[in-house]
């Protein structure tokens, strides 16, 4: 099973969007059903779609997995989202998409990722190199959230403050 991990384009947007909703609506009971519904219509979804950096997990044609993240600011970038299809879990998906958004953001001059994962979560997270820092109870949503970030190379000031 070969993964390529690329730039989600317009053309793929519908893909991308039916991922998002399913993964949103099944994956996330840790938030109301109201709440899952605004994630993933309107504004919001709409702002997800303009993050800019959407990297897709693809085998063949079908999108498996994604993630969205912030350009870097100050040297940090913040992982919003990342999901994959109950199919292909365990496979290696995920740690493919974080590898190649690693790569992309360190090219970009950030030295760090920072991302906010429930509990279920940070197993694998810890599995890519992240350490939880800190916990954000009845934060974004309502919901208990772990931070966790990554440093992904030394900090170099020229890239951050021109």
Not at 142 to 161: M, N, W
Request: proline share 2%.
């Amino acid at each position: 099973m070969e993964i390529d991990i690329r730039l989600i384009e317009e053309k793929d947007k519908e893909i991308f969007e039916k991922l998002y909703r399913e993964s949103v609506m099944e994956d996330f009971p840790e938030y109301t059903e109201k709440t899952r519904h605004y994630l993933t219509t309107g504004v919001y979804k709409e702002n997800m779609w303009k993050l800019p950096l959407r990297l897709g997990a693809y085998i063949g044609d079908a999108m498996v997995g994604y993630v969205l993240c912030e350009n870097p600011f100050g040297g940090v970038a913040f992982a919003h989202w990342l999901a994959v299809d109950k199919k292909y879990r365990g496979k290696g998906v995920g740690k493919k998409l974080l590898e190649k958004l690693t790569d992309l953001l360190k090219d970009k001059g950030a030295h760090a990722i920072h991302l906010q994962a429930d509990k279920k979560n940070i197993g694998f997270y810890e599995k890519c190199g992240y350490d939880v820092y800190g916990e954000d109870n009845k934060g974004y949503f309502g919901a208990h959230d772990f931070l966790l970030r990554k440093i992904i190379q030394s900090p170099k000031e020229d890239t951050f403050v021109a």
